[in-house]
Structures are given as structure tokens and as C-alpha cells.
């Protein structure tokens, strides 16, 4: 499968806890995003990576979240002290190019947090 | 700033029948149009898109959306459904069609097909 391979398929997490999830892009692929989707809304853009750098953070919360693409191995989101309302399903994407029509998505992540 | 409605959060429909899933969307610029699908288990994937020109585009599998600017919809249409096509549907907008940064989804409809 030469898709975007997220993992975990579903997190649980206590408060207080720290959340990491993995996205792997599609081999060959530079651009990573991240959306959140909460309960009942659309998916929402978080923050947009290319490989070691940080483009576009706009959407992320200032606080607790931070993103990662490292020069090898996967893109990492991660959450700190997660709360109950960082409950949500997170989506990565990848592409060859910024262009919306060559987005890949992966299967997403859903962080429960109790 | 843009959003995007999808009205029915849930459409059941026998296999056979025809299907419409609205996308309603409000934007104080021109906008680009795109729906997504979700099959169980994968990940979004473009099923058609409306970038200029023609206001009716059309998916290999036999979906089609018509832009309607007066009405600001972009409802994706199929005039018989199989069981297949059982999935989630996201409509979503964009002010450029060149950031993926600017996309905007709706919420989703989840679209059953019943034997």
C-alpha cells in the first residue's frame, strides 16, 4: 500500500497524558498537512510541513500541539497534558505539490481522551 | 472567510435509487469546489472538483455536481447508486486552488446504500 499510513488507528488517552501520532506520507511526497475533526464539524487545517520546516502553523492551538517532519521518518503530531476536548479524529495529508487537487489523505487517528 | 454546510448528516437510500448530497457553501470571494469521499477503513480521497468552466463536472464512477453560484450549492448527484458507494461524502472549498491550507470541509454526510 503506498498510501499515507497513519498510526495509531484509534489512541486513548487520560488527561494529563501525552498524545504522538505518526503520518507517514506517500513515498516521494514533501508536503505533510494536518486537520482535526471534531464531533458534528468539518475538518478543520492545522499546520502545514514540508520536510524540517514548519510553513504554515496557523491553525494549530498555541498551546499543548506541535508538529514535526523530520528529514527521516514519519510526521509527528503531538499533544501535551491532552484534555477531553482534544478529543477528535486527526487527518494527514501529503502531496508532490501544494496544489489541492494532489492531496492524499490517510485514514486518520482517533484520540479519545477520557 | 468560507464554510461549508452539508445539511444530512445521514442519507439511506436502496441500491438502484438515485441519490442527492447537498453542499451549500458561503464565501465573500470566487471559490473552487471539491468532493471528497471516505470509504470504511480508508482515506479521503478527490472524487470530482470544480475549479472554472464548466459548472457540471463529472467523476469516473458516475457521480456529478453542479456549481450554482446564485444558489451557492455544489450538490453531488447519482442517478443510481450501488451498494458500493457506500461511504462518507465531504464537500469542501477553497479560496485558491493552488494551498491546501485553504480548504474548508463540511461536516460530512455518511451515504448508505441498502440491498
Known amino acids: 500500500n503506498a498510501g499515507v499510513m497513519q498510526n495509531p488507528r484509534h489512541l486513548v488517552r487520560r488527561r494529563g497524558q501525552e498524545a504522538r501520532l505518526r503520518c507517514s506520507p506517500v513515498?516521494?511526497?514533501?508536503?505533510v498537512y494536518w486537520y482535526r475533526q471534531l464531533p458534528e464539524e468539518g475538518l478543520k487545517f492545522m499546520v502545514y510541513?514540508?520536510?524540517?520546516?514548519?510553513?504554515?502553523e496557523s491553525g494549530m492551538p498555541k498551546e499543548r500541539f506541535s508538529a514535526e517532519f523530520p528529514k527521516e521518518g514519519p510526521s509527528i503530531l503531538r499533544i501535551q497534558q491532552v484534555v477531553r476536548g482534544d478529543s477528535a479524529a486527526y487527518f494527514c495529508?501529503?502531496?508532490?505539490?501544494?496544489?489541492?487537487?494532489?492531496?492524499?489523505f490517510g485514514s486518520g487517528t482517533q484520540l479519545s481522551v477520557l | 472567510a468560507q464554510s461549508v454546510t452539508q445539511l444530512d448528516s445521514q442519507v439511506p437510500v436502496f441500491e438502484e435509487a438515485p441519490v442527492e448530497l447537498r453542499c451549500n457553501y458561503s464565501?465573500?470571494?470566487?471559490?473552487?469546489l471539491f468532493w471528497y469521499v471516505q470509504y470504511p477503513n480508508q482515506g479521503l480521497q478527490l472524487l470530482l472538483k470544480?475549479?472554472?468552466?464548466?459548472?457540471l463536472v463529472k467523476s469516473i464512477n458516475g457521480f456529478e455536481a453542479e456549481f450554482n453560484k446564485s444558489q451557492t450549492s455544489f450538490h453531488l448527484r447519482k442517478p443510481s447508486v450501488h451498494i458500493s458507494d457506500t461511504a462518507e461524502y465531504f464537500c469542501?472549498?477553497?479560496?485558491?486552488?493552488?494551498?491546501?491550507?485553504?480548504?474548508?470541509f463540511g461536516s460530512g454526510t455518511q451515504l448508505t446504500v441498502l440491498p
Open positions: 510541513l514540508q520536510k524540517e520546516n514548519i510553513i504554515d
Open positions: 469542501a472549498v477553497s479560496v485558491s486552488s493552488g494551498s491546501a491550507r485553504q480548504l474548508t
Open positions: 513515498k516521494g511526497h514533501s508536503h
Open positions: 464565501s465573500s470571494v470566487s471559490v473552487y
Open positions: 495529508a501529503s502531496s508532490l505539490s501544494s496544489l489541492n487537487e494532489k492531496l492524499f
Open positions: 470544480y475549479l472554472s468552466g464548466s459548472t
